[in-house]
T-cell receptor, first 111, second 112 residues
Framework: GQQVMQIPQYQHVQEGEDFTTYCNSS?????IQWYKQRPGGHPVFLIQ?????EVKKQKRLTFQFGEAKKNSSLHITATQTTDVGTYFC???????????FGPGTRLSVLP | DGGITQSPKYLFRKEGQNVTLSCEQN?????MYWYRQDPGQGLRLIYY???????QKGDIAEGYSVSREKKESFPLTVTSAQKNPTAFYLC???????????FGEGSWLTVV
């Protein structure tokens, strides 16, 4: 079946440093979504990318969808302690009926 | 406020007992999902439902059961057949034409 992988599994950064997590799918995706889960919380939708090569920005967060629509990245510029959490990517399966989530990248930010 | 309500938030269960986790949504979403999350791990799909009175097994359905008698409700029963039920359980929903998944706040189940 379709698999979605993410690297790295963990990332520890000093506050102010940049952070990037990468998402790779075994198959071409019609779209990809990113979610953030704070420690002890539930995943919250961040963004959806649909077009090949698409780049979207949300303040310090930059999301990119690969040209082949099989990979994606999330880059955070100048991390803050509020960025702490696990970032998941997800791709649709079964004609969009459900989604396969990557294992997530857990970000720790040291003040 | 619109959203997904899960209850209870914390639940302790003795081995051999069944337990039912509640999930209610007032978003008028057609699709509903149950995910399991183990500490430090990703999300694994247990069951999902696209419409009332219909549901499908996910990747780890063994030891779980669901029902979808109302559009708003999608309860999950963790049966005694589930070998390692201690986990964080997340209910979610999605509007049919859209792709955004909305999650409830989750239920922590501990087997003692």
């Amino acid at each position: 079946g379709q698999q979605v992988m993410q690297i790295p599994q963990y990332q520890h950064v000093q506050e102010g440093e940049d952070f990037t997590t990468y998402c790779n799918s075994s198959t071409t995706l019609s779209n990809i979504q990113w979610y953030k889960q704070r420690p002890g919380g539930h995943p919250v939708f961040l963004i959806q990318l649909v077009k090949s090569g698409e780049v979207k920005k949300q303040k310090r967060l930059t999301f990119q969808f690969g040209e082949a629509k099989k990979n994606s990245s999330l880059h955070i510029t100048a991390t803050q302690t509020t960025d702490v959490g696990t970032y998941f990517c997800a791709g649709p399966v079964n004609y969009g009926q459900n989604f396969v989530f990557g294992p997530g990248t857990r970000l720790s930010v040291l003040p | 406020d619109g959203g997904i309500t899960q209850s209870p938030k914390y639940l302790f269960r003795k081995e051999g007992q069944n337990v039912t986790l509640s999930c209610e949504q007032n978003l008028n979403h057609d699709a509903m999902y149950w995910y399991r999350q183990d500490p430090g791990q990703g999300l694994r799909l247990i069951y999902y439902s696209q419409i009332v009175n219909d549901f499908q097994k996910g990747d780890i359905a063994e030891g779980y059961s669901v029902s979808r008698e109302k559009k708003e409700s999608f309860p999950l029963t963790v049966t005694s057949a589930q070998k390692n039920p201690t986990a964080f359980y997340l209910c979610a929903s999605k509007d049919r034409p859209g792709n955004t998944i909305y999650f409830g706040e989750g239920s922590w189940l501990t087997v003692v």
